[in-house]
């Protein structure tokens, strides 16, 4: 799909729908970098839980139990127990 721009001083330009540079493009062009902030944040976030977790001493007993529990839940998922 193509649509034809009018250029004041130039000749036609043709622009393929799509390629971020039709009309949708440019209303939503600020949404990406906008969604990159917001990745970034809450990557910061869950960084921070990990060291709060594990400064905080419940976290080798919280890894411990779970692979526990994997241990013992993928051989009964297996059909093997």
């Known amino acids: 799909m193509t649509e034809n721009i009018d250029v004041v001083g130039s000749a036609d330009t043709t622009?393929?729908?799509g390629a971020g540079h039709g009309r949708r493009g440019l209303r939503e062009?600020?949404?990406v970098t906008i969604e990159y902030a917001i990745?970034?944040?809450l990557v910061l976030v869950l960084v921070g839980v990990v060291i709060a977790s594990i400064?905080?001493?419940?976290f080798d007993s919280?890894?411990?139990d779970l692979v526990t529990l994997l241990m013992q839940t993928i051989?009964?998922?297996l059909g093997k127990a």
């Open 29 to 31: 062009r600020g949404m």
């Open 39 to 41: 990745g970034a944040v």
């Open 75 to 77: 051989p009964k998922a």
């Open 62 to 64: 919280m890894v411990k």
């Open 15 to 17: 622009v393929v729908a």
């Open 55 to 58: 400064q905080g001493g419940w």
